[in-house]
């Protein structure tokens, strides 16, 4: 933690010699800090949870005043945030380069494992092909394509969206799509996909294993959002000759790494049980 103390100048140099703001850096941590006190709170409380002098913390709490972000209780002398930051979130969610901001992860995997890969999200409880980049194999071509639709309770990117669902929006599913079988291991009752479900959420990633179009099997990953909702879906698919079972789980570990790292980039805690 910086102290007062050896701060005189107000930029530093990381081990890369690129030149980094330090007073700018602890104004994000006063700001982190203080919505996790989650009540208004003295300045004397904000200062020892954030182990900084309270002078230090007093003059970024004054000028976040004057700029409408903070305010202070004149009869406890509390400080809180104010709902001005909330604006300011909404605003970057709205200029977020969203889903283009993953695309390479989708460029990633399908150069590093020569199969096609793809970037869905979830329309009207259907999920839609949003980016696909394909390995050397054409072969899959036919089967993926911008702006295609497909079921959720038979593709893996559909049925990680289903971690959303609650008992509630799983009967709404069933009763607006049912559960078409497309093959002949396509899962069609409800018990089976709520197990199906359950399973996804323990191993962290989801196998469409020929459950929409035979002789093709799938891994998919979530990517979650800042509030921990799965908001998309990244997935590769092969010909089942090429991705059997035993390799799958030997890549599951890899995709699962991409799963996290996608998420924290829209904002996802991943030390926060979902």
Not at 147 to 166: D, F, Q, W
Not at 201 to 226: H, L, S, T, W
Request: with cysteine; aromatic share 8%.
């Amino acid at each position: 933690m910086e102290h007062e103390k050896g701060t005189s100048t107000s930029k530093s140099k990381n081990s890369a010699g690129i030149k980094k703001n330090q007073s700018l850096r602890k104004a994000l941590h006063i700001l982190e800090g203080m919505t996790r006190i989650h009540t208004p709170a003295r300045l004397q409380d904000i200062a020892q949870s954030l182990k900084m002098p309270q002078s230090t913390v007093l003059r970024f709490l004054n000028t976040y005043s004057d700029f409408g972000y903070v305010r202070q209780d004149p009869t406890t002398s509390c400080y809180y945030l104010t709902l001005k930051l909330t604006e300011l979130g909404f605003r970057a969610k709205d200029n977020f380069p969203f889903p283009h901001s993953l695309l390479k992860y989708i460029k990633q995997i399908a150069g590093t494992f020569n199969e096609s890969s793809s970037l869905c999200v979830e329309q009207n409880m259907q999920m839609v092909y949003v980016a696909i980049e394909e390995g050397t194999d054409r072969m899959l071509q036919t089967l993926q394509r911008i702006g295609r639709i497909a079921p959720m309770h038979a593709t893996g990117v559909g049925k990680l969206h289903l971690m959303n669902y609650s008992e509630a929006q799983l009967g709404k599913l069933e009763q607006k799509y049912g559960f078409p079988q497309y093959t002949a291991h396509t899962i069609s009752t409800m018990d089976a996909l709520k197990t199906e479900i359950e399973r996804i959420k323990y191993q962290g990633y989801a196998v469409d294993n020929e459950e929409c179009e035979a002789g093709v099997r799938c891994i998919a990953v979530p990517v979650r959002d800042y509030t921990g909702k799965v908001v998309a879906g990244i997935s590769m698919s092969a010909p089942v000759t090429r991705l059997d079972m035993h390799k799958l789980s030997e890549i599951a570990e890899y995709f699962k790494a991409i799963s996290q790292e996608a998420s924290e980039e829209l904002g996802w805690d991943s030390h926060v049980t979902v």
